[in-house]
């Protein structure tokens, strides 16, 4: 009794299995844990297993007519609510979706299994709707809440779910993962570390997002506060590609800067080499790292974060915040070879 192909997450699995075995299913589950690491293909495993006809058995292929509904997603007793296209889920989506379905006995099935992807996306008044589901759930009935953000709901609603924490995968599982699907000719040692442990980052990590990689990263080295000049240089080379693909491709800019200025850190620290995600540029890191100390590598992890913060909620100009990121990026109050330093703002 399993979840065949879906990797990692061994003690979330083995959990959950138990819960079955013994009988012991919980009304609501709160999976939480990092995008694209594979939770909503556990819970879809999970609703399979509960619903599974041979489920007292150790049947980790189970062609049964539950399961075989459930891998083709026809399955009318598991229900998967995501709202892709919204950015907030609504109340309406809670009473149409939820409350007018999950008191209507299953079809077919011992159990009716509701999965909400993206949960932190419900709004207040969503939430409290779907906190009195919660507070009277009808027998025969499982939900599944999945999130990146569990911060985000109600403590209430936190407190009536069985918490399952997903961690990222690790590297090494995601290489495995890449080299047997044969996805894409970039090296797997280098996008299974970018990726962070997600597999649908991986997957997104294409040679455009490779060469902007370098090309940004390049925008950082070459600006010198001496010269104005390198700033606009390399503030016009980022602008380009934000103008022409907006927030995505900003927040594309800071996910790259940051985990720059991550692997400087950890250079500056331990100098483990394989906790490094840009492992290919260790001598970009070297020189960059080597001209900072730690206090002014934390500092620039701070402006970075400021500055996401102004564009994303203060809606400053873009230009001119990416200006000033890159001249407090770039500069540094280590002295080099005899020359005065230059504080970071």
Known sequence: MGFPQIIGHEPQKEFLRNSVRKNRISHAY???GPEGIGKKLVATGFAKLINCAERGTENLDCECTSCAK??????PD??????PDEKTIKVDHIRHDIERLIHLAPYENPCKVFIIDGAQRMNFNAQNAFLK??????PNSVIILITTLADLLMPTIRSRCQSVV????EAGQVREFLEKEKSGENDPELVSRISGGSISRALATDEDYLRKRIEYIDCVMAVDAKKPLTLFDSVERIQKDVKGGGLQELETVFDILSTWLRDSVILK????KKEIVNADLIEQLSEYSGKRDLPELLGKFSALEETMARISENNANVELSLENLLLRLSRCSC???????SPDP
Do not use: D
Not at 70 to 75: D, F, V, Y
Not at 133 to 138: A, G, H, N, R, V
């Open 30 to 32: 709160l999976f939480s």
């Open 133 to 138: 589901t919660l507070e009277e759930p009808p």
């Open 78 to 83: 598991i229900l998967v609510f995501g709202y």
């Open 335 to 341: 002295s080099v070879a005899g020359e005065p330093s």
């Open 70 to 75: 459930t891998e083709k997603g026809l399955n």
């Open 166 to 169: 997903f961690q990222p995968l």
């Open 269 to 272: 620290t331990s100098g483990e």
